[in-house]
T-cell receptor, first 116, second 115 residues
């Protein structure tokens, strides 16, 4: 089962910041927070990941609370092309060789609709 | 750089028929994944390969599903015989290696409809 809880859906106005929350209250010390998104009829796409510090890249920013029990993905200026399902995933790194360690376990994600 | 290639994109078959999906990962990626995604759900891992070795097939229904990755490059996922409940999108992904942070790159998927 997914270890995260996300709202089922959210709306955002085009050009405004989209803030997508994620709860991961049972996260372990060696687990990272990952975000992927899936645009309709496409495969999931990696966005960003982090451990405990805030992270930023060309796509988004990731804010992780100090206790690491929740995080927020921020799309600073949402466009219509950002309409997608956004998945928050916690995973350990490593996992070389056999076993399921390090596998991505997707929940249902948040359906973000960016509106004109 | 070419992404993960999957074929066919769509497949419609009758139940009890066999079906096969093909995936060509990004060049140089030694880890390959097959996922199944049911409508309204997130993808679920079926099998993970490190080179030609299946290192995690714990979620693969082995009575009817099989997979191979000969020579550690492209891969085929087969269902025989297909059942109505197998209707889903089958996604292939690849990464440099499962370890470290390496992101997974997904193909567009094959949408299977079993009638």
């Amino acid at each position: 089962d997914a270890k995260t809880t996300q709202p089922t859906s959210m709306d955002c106005a085009e050009g405004r910041a989209a803030n997508l929350p994620c709860n991961h209250s049972t996260i372990s010390g060696n687990e990272y927070v990952y975000w992927y998104r899936q645009i309709h009829s496409q495969g999931p796409q990696y966005i960003i990941h982090g451990l405990k510090n805030n992270e930023t890249n060309e796509m988004a920013s990731l804010i992780i609370t100090e206790d690491r029990k929740s995080s927020t993905l921020i799309l600073p200026h949402a466009t219509l092309r950002d309409t997608a399902v956004y998945y928050c995933i916690v995973r350990v790194l490593g996992g070389r060789g056999g076993g399921s360690q390090g596998n991505l376990i997707f929940g249902k994600g948040t359906k973000l609709s960016v509106k004109p | 750089e070419a992404g993960v290639v999957q074929s066919p994109r769509y497949k419609i078959i009758e139940k009890k028929q066999p079906v096969a999906f093909w995936c060509n990962p990004i060049s140089g990626h030694n880890t390959l994944y097959w996922y199944r995604q049911n409508l309204g759900q997130g993808p679920e891992l079926l099998i993970r390969y490190e080179n030609e070795e299946a290192v995690d097939d714990s979620q693969l229904p082995k009575d009817r599903f099989s997979a191979e990755r000969l020579k550690g490059v492209d891969s085929t996922l087969k269902i025989q015989p297909a059942e109505l409940g197998d209707s889903a999108v089958y996604l292939c992904a690849s990464s440099l290696r499962q370890g470290n942070y390496n992101e997974q790159f997904f193909g567009p998927g094959t949408r299977l409809t079993v009638l």
